[in-house]
């Protein structure tokens, strides 16, 4: 049974790729460092570094190793916080994500609830694209997220919130040929790009030149004059001076904006974030 110090060990030597370096930052001398990383790829049976003159290089198993193990020291200080928690009358952590769309949507008057039920629970707060946040869920790095479906993971279950209708912005039109509209990330938004590419008559190739994750930089691109976008029909504008909503061009495609969580996990804070969600 590996320790935590041994996990410490493999990530520093990950980090600083020297024996000696990794043992100073580790507090230790460098031949109980070596004997250590020994001991460990003795127990795992596989060769975590490759050693060289100028220091160390991780294996394939190393580099997969040391991500595991980042993973496992949080979850260690997070069981530490929350017993120190407890103590104090503290509540659980839950870890959230959400998207920008989502933020505006149905984030706030939800936590609103859930503070009136959890009042000690303590709240970790992300933002992301649906996808990075559908694989920090699956891979228990946060606990639930807002964003847009379809999701793919069947080790996770959903719950509709909202659905908005998109509208196409621009914020310097001009005359002439329309340019293709901005587009989004295909890998981050395959559904919503292959609908924009079937509904836009102006993107012959669709060879726009820019690309954006989220829609705070589709407007960013808009504004600095590279085409129209499209957004949420009440996405707020922060550069509109009276803070208008995006309400240009309303197109015929529809957001939807779900919570996602992993199917197994019951804790009372996920189910009442859950309940509540199924309740609005």
């Excluded at 939800?110 to 694209?129: K, N, Q, V």
Aim: with cysteine; glycine share 6%.
């Amino acid at each position: 049974m590996l320790s935590l110090t041994d996990y410490r060990s493999v990530i520093a030597l990950y980090e600083e790729r020297h024996f000696a370096r990794a043992a100073q930052v580790l507090g230790v001398t460098q031949p109980a460092l070596t004997s250590r990383l020994r001991r460990v790829e003795e127990q795992l049976n596989v060769r975590l570094f490759d050693r060289g003159r100028g220091g160390v290089r991780p294996t394939a198993a190393g580099a997969s190793f040391t991500e595991s193990a980042r993973r496992i020291l949080d979850l260690a200080e997070e069981a530490v916080d929350a017993a120190r928690g407890a103590e104090k009358g503290l509540g659980q952590t839950l870890r959230l994500g959400m998207t920008q769309i989502a933020a505006v949507q149905v984030v706030v008057p939800l936590l609103e609830a859930f503070r009136r039920e959890h009042p000690y629970a303590r709240i970790s707060l992300t933002e992301g694209t649906s996808a990075e946040l559908e694989a920090e869920v699956e891979q228990n790095l946060i606990d639930a997220a807002f964003l847009h479906p379809p999701v793919h993971q069947p080790s996770l279950s959903e719950q509709h919130l909202a659905t908005q209708r998109l509208a196409k912005y621009d914020a310097r039109p001009r005359p002439g040929k329309v340019p293709p509209v901005i587009r989004y990330a295909r890998p981050e938004a395959p559904v919503l790009m292959a609908e924009i590419d079937r509904k836009d008559p102006n993107r012959g190739p669709f060879d726009s030149t820019v690309e954006v994750d989220t829609a705070l930089g589709a407007l960013v691109l808009s504004e600095a004059g590279y085409g129209p976008c499209i957004v949420p029909e009440r996405f707020p504008n922060p550069f509109e001076k009276t803070n208008a909503e995006v309400a240009d061009e309303p197109i015929d495609i529809e957001l939807d904006t779900s919570l996602v969580w992993r199917r197994l996990d019951r804790r009372p804070t996920v189910m009442t974030l859950v309940a509540i969600a199924r309740r609005s």
